[in-house]
């Protein structure tokens, strides 16, 4: 079955520097690929998203590009910001059209000033 | 857009009691809504998929009798937890999604803690 693999956290960085969050996935045919930001007791927002192989998703800073050939899509950013600390989710949808997602475990994120 | 409230936003109930948690796509219109669970710094756990006007679709190892799911229109649906106890406790999700999003895109709401005595 379709699955996400996240690199485990925490994550803690200095403010500026350069951030990578590693995601892999499993999924048959072509799915489309996502990562959510989830702020202390919030809800999940989405940060970014890629449809098809070689799309690269971007927003506030963060880049993801989709990978077929390596099925991942890590997040990077080039300096993170104290405001940037979070918990990021990688999800994907996949091609059968059931509307899941499947989500990776999430990893916990934290900038230091 | 694109905006999904969730009431209420965190509720404290006793031993056996119900509670119902409410979704609502405020500014489209949701066939699908789906909750999930999250426990302490834990990733989500889809419990069932809601379409509009048909039973919901529990995912395996959740109870339909305790989580009960009601999708009544467009716009609404709701989550009871019927006699809640203690192993309840959690942060409880929803999201949407719209037949005309793009690439199944859901859109989530801020949540509900949920804190069983």
């Known amino acids: 079955g379709n699955s996400v693999t996240q690199m485990e956290g925490p994550v803690t960085l200095s403010e500026e520097a350069f951030l990578t969050i590693n995601c892999t996935y499993t999924?048959?045919?072509?799915?489309?690929l996502f990562w959510y930001v989830q702020y202390p007791g919030e809800g999940l927002q989405l940060l970014l998203k890629?449809?098809?192989?070689?799309d690269k998703g971007s927003n506030k800073g963060f880049e993801a590009t989709y990978r077929k050939e390596t099925t991942s899509f890590h997040l990077e950013k080039g300096s993170v910001q104290v405001s940037d600390s979070a918990v990021y989710f990688c999800?994907?949808?996949?091609?059968?059209?059931?509307?899941?997602?499947?989500f990776g475990q999430g990893t916990t994120l934290q900038v230091k000033p | 857009g694109a905006v999904v409230s969730q009431h209420p936003s965190w509720v404290i109930c006793k031993s056996g009691t119900s509670v119902k948690i409410e979704c609502r796509s405020l500014?489209?219109?949701?066939?699908?809504m789906f909750w999930y669970r999250q426990f302490p710094k834990q990733s989500l756990m889809l419990m069932a998929t809601?379409?509009?006007?048909?039973?919901?679709?529990?995912e395996q190892g959740v109870e339909k009798d305790k989580f009960l799911i009601n999708h009544a229109s467009l716009t609404l649906s709701t989550l009871t937890v019927t006699s809640a106890h203690p192993e309840d406790s959690s942060f409880y999700i929803c999201?949407?999604?719209?037949?005309?999003?793009?690439?199944?895109?859901?859109?989530f709401g801020p949540g509900t803690r949920l804190t069983v005595l």
């Open positions: 999924a048959t045919g072509y799915p489309s």
């Open positions: 890629a449809t098809k192989a070689d």
């Open positions: 500014d489209f219109q949701a066939t699908t």
């Open positions: 999201s949407a999604s719209s037949p005309s999003g793009s690439s199944n895109e859901q859109f």
């Open positions: 999800a994907l949808h996949g091609s059968s059209n059931t509307g899941k997602l499947i």
């Open positions: 809601s379409n509009e006007g048909s039973k919901a679709t529990y």
